[in-house]
């Protein structure tokens, strides 16, 4: 069980142990982020019934000791037992999952064993439609930023692209004076804790053209 421990502290981010764990698609991935909820699971073989714990102390036992993750920090949506579980995580650091494995007579000497680390959620920015505008005019777009700044937010028109840094409130009011009707969008956003190149669906900004001058009065006085 020693040698079990030890190999399970030498492993990062999201590690499986071969040839004891038939993980669900999404468990294959490099890294898992705060407010995810990841689906873990095994093959299920008939007779059998599951029970999964989590831990957020690697120093114990796992045989012995029962599941010491407090919910505040991840927990089962649903179920803890089954051959297919969900866990969301709520705060950032190093997690281990334990599953034991009984046959129908209520024995056991199948216990597995898998371990993720959990990051801070990626920053997120997103524009507010904005109001139109008139030509000539300008605008503020308001963005809306999520995460821990300062924040650093790369912006598109379509045809060229600017970064804003040292971003230090929310929302962030992004001054623009197009002359035709823009589409405006965010590339990337990044703060302390990481950097998201996810993008987001671009806003429309209307630009209005002034109505063509005309005398108010026909005649003259």
Not at 77 to 90: D, E, F, I, Q, Y
Request: hydrophobic share 40%; proline share 8%.
């Amino acid at each position: 069980m020693s040698r079990l421990l030890h190999d399970i502290k030498r492993l990062a981010l999201v590690v499986l142990l071969p040839l004891l764990m038939a993980m669900a698609p999404a468990m294959a991935q490099t890294v898992v982020y705060v407010g995810d909820t990841t689906p873990l699971s095994v093959v299920q073989v008939p007779g059998d019934t599951y029970q999964w714990e989590l831990y957020n102390n690697g120093s114990v036992n796992f045989a012995t000791t029962p599941g010491n993750c407090p919910v505040t920090s991840a927990l089962f949506t649903g179920t803890s037992s089954g051959a297919n579980v969900n866990v969301k995580w709520l705060k950032p650091g190093t997690y281990f999952f334990k599953i034991v494995a009984r046959n129908s007579t209520n024995c056991t000497n199948n216990l597995k064993m898998g371990i993720v680390t959990i990051l801070n959620a990626l920053p997120t920015a997103t524009i507010s439609p904005p109001a139109a505008i008139c030509i000539g005019e300008s605008a503020s777009l308001a963005v809306t930023l999520t995460g821990t700044g300062p924040w650093e937010v790369t912006f598109t028109d379509g045809a060229i692209s600017w970064t804003v840094t040292a971003i230090t409130t929310t929302p962030y009011l992004l001054q623009v004076s197009p002359k035709a009707t823009t589409n405006y969008s965010i590339t990337k956003v990044k703060d302390l804790n990481g950097t998201n190149s996810t993008g987001n669906v671009p806003v429309m900004l209307q630009v209005n053209p002034k109505p063509a001058s005309s005398k108010i009065y026909l005649y003259q006085p």
